[in-house]
Each structure stands twice: as C-alpha cells, then as structure tokens.
C-alpha cells in the first residue's frame, strides 16, 4: 500500500506542478535577451544553460546533490556551489571585462565569477530534475554594481534567492526571505530560464551596459 500512496503523491505533485508552472510563467513577459559578452559576439542567454549534460549529471551523481525534494536538491546544489567554487573576476581568467562560461568549463575548472556559479547552479539543476520553471537566473542591481543570481520558486508560493557568492548563507530554503524583502538586491534588468528569457522589452547586453536590441542580421 506504500508504495501506490506514493505513487499517487507523485502523479499529484506532477498535475500540481504544471498548473503552479502556468501561473509563474505567466507573471513574467517573455522577450528575447542577447549576451554580448564572449569576444562581442551575441548570443542567446538560454544557450549557456546545459540541461543534457553526461558531465553535470556525474557531479550530480557522484556528491548526491539530488535531494528528496526540490528544496533539498536546490540547497544541496547551492550549498556544494558555495563550497567548491572559487570566485575569480574574468579579466583574470579570460582577459576581458565580461565573459560567460559555459557550466562545463566552470565545473572542470571550479573557478568563476557570479554569472557563472549562477548558471552552474542552474544547469546542475536541470540536470538534477528539478523543473526549468523553478529555478531562474536573474541580472540586475545589487548594492555595489551589477550582479548575477538565481532564485527559486518554494512551495509556499514564493521566490526566493540562492547566492553563492555575494551574501552567500546555508540557510533552509524555508527560512529565507522571500526575494522581494532582500533590501541588497535592487533592480531586475533581465532574466532567464532554459526555456525563456524575461524582460520588459526586446534587450542586449553587453559589457557597456543594457540597450533595447537592436542587432544586424547578415546575409
């Protein structure tokens, strides 16, 4: 009998999480977002998330970061990230003043700075099964600059935040605030999932700032 209560529990949540992924995509306006960052070239910001992975599902694998629930998984990823990461700005690894990894490169190397432990998080997310609507990277102000992050969606019905670099702390899941009250992070510019990015209107970012997109096809 135990197993088909869980069973059920399962096909519960599942039915429970699609409508929850309706509703939390719907508060967010879907528009392209273009990175400029890797030798000026642009690129689509939802490419650097892997979520097919051989790499990232070892790790996820080998340091049990998949969790009983999301909850446990996100903290576990969060946690191993804090703990394993370190942070090195890119113009010492990369000789530029901005340049995204792709989480691979960062795993191997466990050097990187903010966007790329925050997409590292994301992307051993994905590979751990946690659901792409759950977990997004966001791109904004913070108290002292610009700054990278990712956030999660609680069963409570709020989001907060998973810093592993700036603020970082091992708190519960439970126990954090919801990201709305954390006076250090200031304004969204953009954000993003495997699936979409979000922002107000069309954007490209480039290490000059944020602009509407305006890029030129070739051909």
């Not at 304004?187 to 993003?192: D, K, P, R």
Request: net charge positive; charged share 30%.
């Amino acid at each position: 009998m135990g197993h088909r209560f869980g069973f059920i529990r399962r096909i519960r949540t599942r039915i429970n999480d699609k409508k929850r992924e309706k509703v939390w995509r719907s508060k967010f306006v879907v528009k392209p977002i273009i990175y400029r960052a890797q030798n000026g070239n642009p690129r689509d910001v939802r490419t650097f998330l892997f979520d097919n992975s051989h790499i990232l599902e070892a790790y996820v694998k080998h340091y049990s970061l998949k969790g009983f629930d999301d909850e446990n998984t996100m903290l576990r990823i969060l946690l191993w990230v804090i703990d394993h990461l370190e942070y090195v700005g890119d113009e010492t690894t990369k000789g530029q003043v901005e340049f995204w990894q792709n989480p691979e490169d960062t795993i191997i190397t466990l050097k990187g700075d903010c966007e790329d432990g925050a997409i590292l998080i994301k992307s051993l997310a994905l590979a751990a099964g946690v659901p792409d609507w759950k977990v997004k990277i966001l791109a904004g102000e913070v108290v002292g600059g610009g700054h990278a992050y990712c956030t999660f969606i609680r069963y409570d019905e709020t989001q907060v935040i998973l810093d592993w670099c700036y603020w970082a702390n091992r708190l519960p899941i439970s126990r954090r605030k919801e990201r709305k009250d954390e006076e250090n992070y200031k304004q969204v510019w953009f954000s993003f999932d495997r699936r979409y990015g979000y922002a107000p209107k069309p954007t490209e970012y480039s290490s000059s700032g944020i602009n509407s997109m305006d890029f030129k096809l070739r051909g």
